[in-house]
């Protein structure tokens, strides 16, 4: 059975930093691309970050330069280091695996608030 599970959000300052991490089980974690996502009030949820088996990432344009995914294999877990936080970051962040055409492929785990106010 194949389980995702986010935590590590919270309620920060603009400017602050966040470390989500996902914890995932019920798959070959190694073998796969891994991806984060966030869905905001309204919105539709939308790609973040991915990476690769062979740790290529790639970034959303809105958070280039301040986001970084990363994954541990060994504990198959996937990271989300968010720097530099503002307001519009505010959402629901959700991990998922990524399949060759770039869509998610399993059901979504609960997700992590992430909440970026003064």
């Known amino acids: 059975q194949v389980r995702l599970v986010e935590s590590g959000g919270g309620l920060v300052q603009p400017g602050g930093s966040l470390r989500l991490s996902c914890a995932a089980s019920?798959?070959?974690?190694?073998?796969?691309?891994m991806a984060w996502y966030r869905q905001a009030p309204g919105m539709q949820r939308e790609l973040v970050a991915q990476?690769?088996?062979?740790?290529?990432?790639d970034y959303a344009d809105s958070v280039k330069g301040r986001f970084t995914i990363s994954r541990d294999n060994a504990k198959n877990t996937v990271y989300l280091q968010m720097d530099n936080l503002k307001p519009e970051d505010t959402a629901v962040y959700y991990c998922?695996?990524?399949?060759?055409?770039?869509?998610?492929?399993?059901?979504w785990g609960q997700g992590t608030q992430v909440t970026v106010s003064s």
């Open positions: 019920g798959f070959a974690f190694r073998l796969t691309t």
């Open positions: 998922n695996r990524r399949d060759s055409s770039g869509n998610p492929i399993y059901s």
């Open positions: 990476i690769t088996l062979g740790r290529l990432t």
